[in-house]
């Protein structure tokens, strides 16, 4: 069979909702690297579609502040929108996705070519949106792949819905379900750090290791959003997909090979092995306003206009999930998100267990390898080292890949660009199959249920906190030690 996706073939690339938020922040800038950097096919065409009435030129316009343009790059900007086109048409009327079909056939010259189409849609049109890219855009000379953002359902019914939905229109490969978590580079990282050292592998078990924290902070509320984070919360926005996602390939299986679905089959493996969330295993939190901050942080979750009146959405949770398997047995996996906090930062650390026949009087500390993910990709391996000097003392130090440092000359790319590429290659690796998804509404929507059901009302923190006061008993409980006398240090370039 002829090889389809060879990059010699025309290729159209349609995003539908171009005229939303994360078509202009994230989906036009990263087509726009993509295709500065030469990385995808020379007669790839980009289509933009949405409700709005508008021109190319508009969305180049609304885009403009965020896509950055080098100096010498001017003229390949001004080809880039060249390659670019935009259809007006509803979500819901065939007649317009015809008329998209048409615009589409009119640069797929030659016996192969693909489409590739982007659904940066609200959920409210999105079995509108792909019968009707079933019925009127498939490809007819080569591949259609679809590319869905979440949320993917907001619990295992709907998820289920959603899933059998997709399932009628298009095959499991031609889906393409993005967590961009799974694009980003230390996260890609884990899979070589557990799997080409073995430093780690023999210790990568419940004997030495005490308990695996995960964590994503954000030093921002709602911003105005409160109304859509609402209908989700924490629990559903990060925890259930970017979190799990990144616990599944840490505590994943090797696979057997590198291949996709290999890898795919070890994620499941260890989720499977997860029992449902239990309400005692799960701590919520919700921000209030700082009285002492500026701005922003003087406004509680509460104040934003567009959230419900006593509204008990979680902006905060920390839950323990635990691994019923020979490896992991008793080791807390601990997940921690929330919003309005200190800093942004997300994170991996495996905490080890206390040095046995301790020597030191009580001096020595954990071990702890982090893996930094953002921002100022790391990994660090914290360890106890004599002070320098004629006394003996210990002091906690590190062995520091600091990517910054290492790799200067590196080009990190963004975790969108890296999976919208994949999508182009036809490179499932990185992307959810349906089954983890089946797995993880399963572990976490009885808990989310009873949240709703018996109204939980959530702590408070303070906004710019480290977060809910409750929440570091939380984590001594799942032996976790938090000790505060060490924090690595970004360095100054």
């Not at 980003?184 to 430093?199: D, G, H, P, S």
């Not at 092995?273 to 295993?281: F, G, R, T, V």
């Not at 979750?301 to 567009?306: I, N, Q, R, S, V």
């Not at 020597?359 to 990994?379: M, S, T, Y």
Request: with cysteine.
């Amino acid at each position: 069979m002829e090889n389809i996706t060879d990059f010699q073939y025309p290729h159209t690339f349609t995003l539908l909702g171009a005229s939303g938020d994360l078509a202009k922040k994230k989906i036009y800038p990263t087509i726009w690297y993509l295709y500065r950097d030469n990385l995808l096919p020379k007669n790839t065409r980009f289509v933009g579609y949405a409700r709005t009435k508008q021109t190319i030129a508009d969305v180049r316009e609304k885009s403009k502040k965020y896509i950055k343009v080098r100096p010498g790059e001017e003229e390949k900007f001004a080809k880039f929108w060249e390659a670019n086109d935009y259809v007006a048409g509803s979500y819901d009327k065939r007649v317009d996705y015809e008329l998209l079909n048409q615009q589409l056939s009119k640069y797929e010259k030659g016996p192969v070519a693909n489409r590739i189409f982007y659904l940066a849609v609200p959920p409210t049109v999105f079995e509108d949106v792909t019968v009707n890219i079933r019925n009127a855009c498939i490809s007819i000379k080569g591949f259609t792949r679809v590319i869905i953002e979440k949320p993917f359902g907001r619990d295992d019914e709907s998820s289920a819905k959603l899933s059998n939905h997709l399932a009628g229109l298009f095959k499991e490969e031609q889906i393409y379900r993005i967590d961009h978590y799974l694009g980003k580079e230390m996260v890609q990282n884990l899979m070589t750090i557990r799997f080409a050292n073995q430093i780690f592998s023999p210790s990568w078990n419940r004997e030495n290791i005490a308990s695996v924290l995960i964590s994503f902070k954000e030093p921002f509320g709602t911003e105005g959003r409160g109304g859509y984070f609402d209908n989700f919360g924490i629990v559903r926005d990060v925890m259930q997909n970017h979190l799990l996602q990144i616990l599944s390939l840490v505590a994943m299986e090797k696979p057997v090979t590198l291949n996709p679905n290999d890898i795919r089959d070890e994620k499941v493996k260890v989720l499977r092995h997860i029992d449902p969330i239990k309400l005692d295993d799960l701590l919520v939190g919700q921000y209030i306003g700082n009285p002492n901050g500026q701005g922003e942080e003087t406004q509680g979750y509460l104040d934003d206009p567009t959230v419900p009146k006593g509204s008990v959405t979680p902006t905060y949770a920390l839950a323990a999930l635990w691994i019923n398997n020979a490896r992991w047995e008793g080791v807390p996996f601990i997940l921690r998100c929330g919003k309005a906090l200190n800093e942004r930062k997300a994170e991996v650390r495996l905490q080890y267990k206390d040095v046995p026949g301790d020597i030191f009087d009580g001096q020595a500390k954990r071990n702890e390898l982090v893996i930094r993910v953002q921002p100022g990709e790391a990994l660090y391996l914290k360890l106890m080292s004599k002070s320098p000097g004629m006394k003996f003392d210990l002091v906690e130090t590190e062995l520091d890949l600091t990517y910054s440092l290492r790799y200067r000359e590196a080009d990190v790319p963004d975790a969108y660009e890296r999976l919208i590429l994949d999508v182009f290659t036809g490179t499932q690796m990185h992307f959810v199959r349906n089954d983890e998804l089946k797995e993880a509404w399963r572990i976490f929507t009885p808990a989310l249920k009873q949240l709703e059901k018996q109204q939980i009302k959530p702590v408070s923190y303070v906004y710019g906190a480290r977060g809910p006061p409750e929440a570091d008993s939380k984590l001594a409980e799942y032996n976790f030690k938090y000790s505060g006398s060490y924090k690595w240090q970004k360095p100054a370039l």
